[in-house]
């Protein structure tokens, strides 16, 4: 089992519609990163977050530290949302903050 | 500011020859890290410089994959003989050293995109 888990593995939605994209993973951690891939693009740091909640736009990460979980919500999705949608972990303390990640969420929305 | 860059964006090569690729990551970012995806899987953690040491090379699949970075500066990666199962796409991030914080942002490159055929 991966230390990182991503749900769900895609997700289509419609133009408009609210997504929510879970992440839950099963080691000690001091940030969680929430990332983004377009098709063809490179990688790029959406949030990183050890507590609480941040919101950028209509992009708003939340994580509960107690229950090992995290969520990336979107609102009023549009089809540019479009792309990968990457959850990974880092733990300076220990680990020299390398990232060990889920498997990411391919999400298209439609028009 | 330059972001972190790769070369090549793609390379072609067949079982047994060598490839190196090349990362230049953020002017002043003291970490640079190396990541693999490999098709159908979630990208890992390959190696981890802090300026021209290796901090952790735990994610080194093997003899065949040689990591370098001369001065501190840019970083390659060198693959040597090459194998099918290298195929995949190899990141490079950098990020500062924010000695006062225990987590900090990496930035990643687009990626070289290796074919072993």
């Known amino acids: 089992k991966n230390e990182v888990e991503q749900s769900p593995q895609n997700l289509t939605a419609q133009e408009g519609e609210f997504i929510t994209i879970n992440c839950s993973y099963s080691?000690?951690?001091?940030?969680l990163h929430w990332l983004q891939q377009h098709p063809g693009g490179g990688i790029v740091s959406l949030f990183m977050?050890?507590?609480g909640k941040k919101k950028h736009g209509r992009l708003i990460a939340t994580i509960n530290i107690q229950e090992k979980h995290s969520s990336l919500h979107i609102t009023a999705s549009h089809p540019r949302d479009s792309a990968v949608y990457i959850c990974?972990?880092?733990?300076?303390?220990?680990?020299?903050?390398?990232?060990?990640f889920g498997a990411g969420t391919i999400l298209r929305v439609k028009s | 500011e330059a972001g972190v860059t790769q070369f090549p964006s793609h390379s072609v090569i067949e079982k047994g020859q060598t490839v190196t690729l090349r990362c230049d990551p953020i002017?002043?970012?003291?970490?640079l890290y190396w990541y693999r995806r490999v098709m159908g899987k979630e990208i890992k953690f390959l190696l981890h410089?802090?300026?021209?040491?290796?901090?952790?090379e735990s994610g080194m699949p093997n003899n065949r994959f040689l990591a370098e970075r001369t001065g501190g500066t840019y970083s390659t990666l060198k693959v040597q003989p090459a194998e099918l199962e290298d195929s995949g796409v190899y990141f490079c991030?950098?990020?500062?050293?924010?000695?006062?914080?225990?987590?900090?942002?990496?930035?990643f490159g687009p990626g070289t995109r290796l074919t072993v055929l």
């Open positions: 977050l050890s507590s």
């Open positions: 080691v000690g951690i001091s940030a």
């Open positions: 410089f802090v300026k021209e040491s290796k901090q952790d």
């Open positions: 002017s002043g970012h003291d970490n």
């Open positions: 990974a972990v880092s733990n300076g303390m220990e680990y020299g903050n390398k990232l060990v």
């Open positions: 991030a950098s990020s500062q050293d924010l000695k006062h914080l225990s987590y900090n942002e990496q930035f």
